[in-house]
């Protein structure tokens, strides 16, 4: 299916030497895509505290810490809709999307798909990642919370469009126009 988009490119956290991107919402019926880039430049943080050091970056990129004290490197992401319902990409791990059946009563849920993508040099980490949130966003104001404490993000929030998702959800298309018969 053909997601209906909408180009968001909004800086959602900031610090000295980081920034979190919520790039675009790639809309679909039954939920969207939310397109994040995250940077973190070298700064002050040199050393071995500095996130693209080798034996950080897996850290920063792979947040899958179930019971243990949860790093200060982890990029952490999450909703939060009108309603109070939440889901943080730190949860992915209590579900078996593929193999549990997961209903609305779950829901709301947020997923990395594919994992992520970034780099680490001397002096810069860049992270590309793909969220998958189920279901749709209401068609009303919610948010999107980022903490990235390593990197000096504290907890921020954002607020999002849920009208402008949903309004982009019925803009999709099938692929083979047969499909919808």
């Given at each position: 299916?053909?997601?209906?988009?909408?180009?968001?490119?909004?800086?959602?956290?900031?610090?000295?030497?980081?920034?979190?991107?919520?790039?675009?919402?790639?809309?679909?019926?039954?939920?969207?895509?939310?397109?994040?880039?995250?940077?973190?430049?070298?700064?002050?943080?040199?050393?071995?505290?500095?996130?693209?050091?080798?034996?950080?970056?897996?850290?920063?990129?792979?947040?899958?810490?179930?019971?243990?004290?949860?790093?200060?490197?982890?990029?952490?992401m999450g909703v939060?809709?009108?309603?109070?319902?939440?889901?943080?990409?730190?949860e992915q791990h209590?579900?078996?999307?593929?193999?549990?059946?997961?209903?609305?009563?779950?829901?709301?849920?947020?997923?990395?798909?594919?994992?992520?993508?970034?780099?680490?040099?001397?002096?810069?980490?860049?992270?590309?990642?793909?969220?998958?949130?189920?279901?749709?966003?209401?068609?009303?104001?919610?948010?999107?919370?980022?903490?990235?404490?390593?990197?000096?993000?504290?907890?921020?929030?954002?607020?999002?469009?849920?009208?402008?998702?949903?309004?982009?959800?019925?803009?999709?298309?099938p692929y083979w126009?047969?499909?919808?018969?």
């Open positions: 299916m053909l997601p209906g988009i909408v180009p968001v490119r909004e800086v959602v956290a900031r610090a000295d030497d980081a920034v979190v991107v919520l790039v675009a919402a790639h809309a679909y019926p039954q939920g969207c895509v939310l397109d994040v880039a995250a940077a973190c430049r070298a700064g002050a943080h040199r050393g071995g505290q500095w996130l693209g050091h080798p034996s950080k970056i897996d850290v920063v990129m792979f947040s899958q810490h179930a019971e243990e004290a949860l790093p200060d490197e982890v990029l952490r939060q809709f009108a309603d109070g319902r939440k889901a943080t990409t730190l209590r579900l078996r999307w593929h193999t549990e059946r997961v209903s609305p009563r779950h829901g709301p849920v947020l997923v990395s798909l594919s994992g992520p993508s970034g780099v680490a040099r001397d002096d810069l980490v860049e992270i590309h990642q793909r969220l998958w949130l189920w279901p749709q966003p209401p068609p009303e104001p919610f948010d999107f919370v980022v903490e990235w404490p390593a990197a000096g993000i504290a907890l921020t929030r954002h607020r999002l469009d849920g009208t402008s998702i949903a309004s982009a959800a019925r803009t999709t298309s126009p047969e499909a919808t018969r």
